[in-house]
């Protein structure tokens, strides 16, 4: 409660009145160092050099996942995160027609695959539309549920071709098994 009644005053930490104003800083720190930027986690540390007179208060986050990205990261940062974006782009797109049910397939089926590809499709847009606002993917409770989401994704890809169903002999199926019971042994 005592968040969301200062949401709208100006000079508070819980302010959201003062997000626009760490867009330039952010990429005026950006523009000084675009190839690598200024480090992962110094954000907050490299702010006050170019804090406007206005914000007085550390900001913590740039409220702003891409513009954070290219500060802390820099060109490098952004081009690898974005590649992984449009890579996974490219397999939801190539997947979703196997993902779905055809207008041909009538009756009852126990698969819950196209609800599921669906809604977390939709679901991951929102983070990332909702990431031009706020710092989500830094905030470990929202990361981890879209990281995990992101490789169920990933994995419907197998529905699209025979080439990722792979069926070992026995003794593949042993090799595999032993070394997962050696994993969860070692950990």
Do not use: C
Not at 54 to 73: K, M, T
Not at 156 to 183: K, Q
């Amino acid at each position: 409660q005592r968040r969301l009644k200062h949401v709208a005053e100006h000079g508070v930490r819980d302010s959201g009145q003062s997000r626009k104003y760490l867009l330039g800083p952010t990429w005026m720190m950006f523009m000084e160092h675009p190839v690598t930027g200024v480090g992962p986690g110094h954000f907050d540390t490299v702010f006050p050099a170019y804090r406007p007179v206005s914000i007085q208060l550390a900001p913590g986050w740039a409220h702003n996942e891409y513009l954070q990205l290219l500060a802390e990261y820099g060109i490098i940062g952004g081009v690898l995160v974005v590649s992984g974006l449009a890579f996974l782009a490219w397999g939801i797109v190539k997947t979703s027609k196997f993902a779905e049910r055809g207008s041909n397939d009538l009756g009852f089926k126990a698969s819950n695959r196209s609800a599921f590809f669906m809604g977390a499709s939709i679901g991951l847009i929102g983070v990332l539309v909702h990431s031009l606002v706020e710092f989500n993917l830094h905030i470990p409770g929202i990361a981890v549920p879209v990281v995990v989401i992101v490789g169920v994704l990933a994995s419907n890809l197998r529905f699209a071709t025979d080439n990722f169903w792979i069926t070992p002999a026995w003794w593949g199926r042993g090799v595999v098994t032993a070394a997962a019971m050696a994993l969860v042994i070692w950990a």
